[in-house]
Every structure is written in structure tokens, then in C-alpha cells.
């Protein structure tokens, strides 16, 4: 009938209709795959600077990242290798130094909410006793072994201070990491917030601050000169038994940097950051 060969025609141009728009589908669709190939995949470098900003979006001075974040960037960074950033062992700056071995900075990055850098530390090289005001801070041993030791205030809201105005701190490491190894963190109160560095081979450390040091803000970066302590004042002596008197040490805030410590910039020739 007439009536059925309409519908049938009809259901023809339907069905060629179709298979256009399925073809026009798969050509898509294979176009994207290949723009997708085309495009690079984000470096390792690339992906740090990305889940640092998603880390630190809620953070500042004396807040810590919530620890599912602290978690997170910790285990990317347990997974960074040397050749991510560009570094190997034999460097010209992490050969052997005649007198004071210089420290030398890699910079990564810098941002109001947090920075990314690298300290290579030449055989003996010393990085001396610091603190990090306010911060949260991951520290990544790329490569070498290095000694660690580091402080944190007996009490962070009221100083026990000697009567030449050293503050007690409480001694939370003093051991010597060997990469790989996993990764540090420090926090505004615990963790070991003032530390030294001493390079015992050729090493380096990948440093992500958050937020970074800001004099204007109140957090300049303070050195430290350190006495054990044998004894402890009237209040002190009740937060510690005596035969633990090694695992304190009195902090006395030096004027300014030590003259012995040299820190030079070099230019960071790893994977670049994008985007910013």
C-alpha cells in the first residue's frame, strides 16, 4: 500500500539519519582521543604546585591543613624522585667545599599561601637551628642522608625563659634520615618546629612552606643558639623527670643570621610551573 511505503521510506531516512549522527559521534570521538594524546601530561612538579593549592585554599598563620589534606600532600610527596625536579648527586654545588660548604636554594615557587623550594647541602654543609612562625611545613630528603635535630617550645603560650632570657625547648628529634625515606612535617606548635639541617653526604631537600616566611606579617625567620640543660628552674622541673635533662635545652634567638651560613641562589632548571 501507498500508506506503508511512506512509512517505510520514512523509517529509511531515519535510520540513514542515525547512522550519520553515529558516525559524526565517532569521528568526535576519536578527534578528542587524539587531542588528549597531543597534550602533555602534567608534570610531577605540576601536580605538586596543584595539590598544594588545593591544601593550603583555608590555611594561614597558626592553621593547620585539616589531616586528610596533611595526609594527602604527604603522600604525594613521599612519591617525588630526584630526576622530577631536575636534581642528581653530582651537581657542581654539592661537590666537596673548601672552609664552610655554601647552601644553595632552588626556587620553585612563592604565593601569600604557600612556597616550594629546594636546599642542596654540600658534604658537612650545615643549616642552623631555625623556626618556622606559624607555619606548616613538608619536608621531602630527595637524596644523601642528613641529621635532623629539632625543638619544640616546653610551652608555646607561656615560655619558660631563663634568666638571660633563653626559652626551654624540648628536644623531638635528633636522628640522621637516609633516602628515601618518608616525608617530614613540622606545625605551628609540635612536630619539631625549630630545626637543623647537617648534610652527612651530599643531599637535598624539597621544602614546601605554608604560609612561607613574611617579615611584614610577623614571620621573620629566627636562628638559635642551644645549651642542654643539666637542670631545671623551680616551674620547669615538674614537667620533666631529672633523668630526662637531655631532652631539653635552653634556646637563646641570635641577632640575625650566623656569618658562617651562606646561602646562594641558583637557578631552578627542573619542570616549570604553569598556570599561575
Known sequence: MRIDGELAKQKGSSEVAKEKNRCCSRKKSKRQQ???LAQPMPTVVQRLWETCKEVFADSGPGVVPLPVDVGRLRSFLD????ADVGLHPNLP???DFKGTPPVTYLHLHQ????????FCL???AVIPLHNHPGMTVFSKLLFGSMH???YDWVDSSKQIRSSNGACLAKLNTDSVMNAPCETSILYPAAGGNMHCFTAVTPCAVLDVLGPPYNGPEGRDCKYYTEVLCSSFPGNAAASAAPTDNDRYAWLEERQGKPDDFKVRGEEYKGPKIVGY
Not at 612519591?79 to 630526584?82: E, I
Open 93 to 95: 654545588f654539592l661537590q
Open 148 to 150: 635532623i635535630r629539632s
Open 79 to 82: 612519591g617525588v624522585k630526584p
Open 111 to 118: 604565593c601569600p599561601k604557600f612556597s616550594i623550594g629546594i
Open 34 to 36: 587524539k587531542k588528549a
Open 122 to 124: 654540600p658534604q658537612a
